[in-house]
């Protein structure tokens, strides 16, 4: 099995009227409540945006800020570990359909030490 990482920006999702993002989100817990029935989910969730990031260096040291290649990171997602990539684009169909925004799909490399 290998894992995937399913998610999206939450600029996806702005412009949904509030009852569509209600919506989303109960279809979006459906579609989590489906994945564990399967046995495939392993994590998920929201950055959370009112936590600004932070770097810790190799020194131990603590500075605010990020990568600038990462200073964007944001949203929703999901990781799942599927037997296939077809799999995976399968959920994040899914995903996508849920939440009424595209969802991008990453695979992680294999480690057998996590």
């Known amino acids: 099995m290998t894992k995937y990482l399913i998610?999206?920006?939450s600029s996806a999702m702005s412009g949904l009227s509030d009852d569509d993002l209600?919506?989303?989100g109960s279809e979006s817990h459906e579609v989590v409540r489906?994945?564990?029935?399967?046995g495939v989910w392993v994590f998920g969730g929201a950055?959370?945006?009112?936590q600004p990031p932070?770097?810790?260096r190799a020194d131990g040291s603590v500075v605010p800020g990020t990568y600038p290649e990462t200073e964007l990171i944001d949203g929703g997602f999901a990781i799942l570990d599927l037997p296939n990539y077809?799999?995976?684009l399968a959920w994040a169909a899914?995903?996508?359909?849920?939440?009424?925004c595209a969802q991008e799909v990453r695979v992680f490399h294999d480690d057998p030490e996590s």
């Open 54 to 56: 932070v770097m810790a």
């Open 22 to 24: 209600a919506r989303a």
């Open 34 to 38: 489906e994945a564990k029935a399967a």
């Open 7 to 9: 998610s999206f920006p």
């Open 94 to 100: 899914k995903i996508a359909a849920a939440c009424r």
């Open 86 to 88: 077809s799999e995976a």
């Open 47 to 50: 950055i959370d945006e009112d």
